[in-house]
T-cell receptor, first 111, second 116 residues
Framework: DAKTTQPPSMDCAEGRAANLPCNHSTISGNEYVYWYRQIHSQGPQYIIHGLKNNETNEMASLIITEDRKSSTLILPHATLRDTAVYYC????????????FGKGTLLTVNP | DAGVIQSPRHEVTEMGQEVTLRCKPISGHDYLFWYRQTMMRGLELLIYFNNNVPIDDSGMPEDRFSAKMPNASFSTLKIQPSEPRDSAVYFCASIPSGTGAYNEQFFGPGTRLTVL
């Protein structure tokens, strides 16, 4: 599976949009981009995934560049409860659902 | 649904003792994953099962670690003998097959293991 690069930490003001970048320049055609987050002392939680089109659900939006080498997770109105480590993961359908977590981005939402 | 259930939530033991961690996946999920999380190494996949059969145990650190899934609703991760470096949070996760790319793994709350 392709490797991802994320900034180690980011800050965001409460109520503002949080934009979390991820670089996956070696992604291959059959690999999806997944985002998970982990709130302190809890298990990771799925957020969203995509292949090449932008995706949106009740939690977030995922914007994937046309060349698929990078993506951005957008939390439109961040709250204090969104403070967590956010993981960007690239995985193929043939991987038997196996996910490899990197170090992620610690997003701190400030009041 | 109660979600993935893990027990115990906290375990403190002494070096050399046997430790058994337990996991009950979500009903109907036929994939089960065991992860370990430490500050140094982050979140690592140890082993995963499909239909109770171990598929990939390449992440199991050494022979002191073993995992079983005797039936669809129960799995154990055993460490014997335990060592202080095994101190970590151990997570269990499950997912139903046949969901295509929708790889939403459902994680349990974890077991925090401390080996003194």
């Amino acid at each position: 599976d392709a490797k991802t690069t994320q900034p180690p930490s980011m800050d965001c003001a409460e109520g503002r949009a949080a934009n979390l970048p991820c670089n996956h320049s070696t992604i291959s055609g059959n690999e999806y981009v997944y985002w998970y987050r982990q709130i302190h002392s809890q298990g990771p939680q799925y957020i969203i995934h995509g292949l090449k089109n932008n995706e949106t659900n009740e939690m977030a939006s995922l914007i994937i560049t046309e060349d698929r080498k990078s993506s951005t997770l957008i939390l439109p109105h961040a709250t204090l409860r969104d403070t967590a480590v956010y993981y960007c993961i690239v995985s193929s359908r043939g991987s038997n659902y196996k996910l490899t977590f990197g170090k992620g981005t610690l997003l701190t939402v400030n009041p | 649904d109660a979600g993935v259930i893990q027990s115990p939530r906290h375990e403190v033991t002494e070096m050399g003792q046997e430790v058994t961690l337990r996991c009950k996946p979500i009903s109907g999920h036929d994939y089960l994953f065991w992860y370990r999380q430490t500050m140094m190494r982050g979140l690592e996949l140890l082993i995963y099962f499909n239909n109770n059969v171990p598929i990939d145990d390449s992440g199991m650190p050494e022979d002191r670690f073993s995992a079983k899934m005797p039936n669809a609703s129960f799995s154990t991760l055993k460490i014997q003998p335990s060592e202080p470096r095994d101190s970590a949070v151990y997570f269990c996760a499950s997912i139903p097959s046949g969901t295509g790319a929708y790889n939403e793994q459902f994680f349990g709350p974890g077991t925090r293991l401390t080996v003194l």
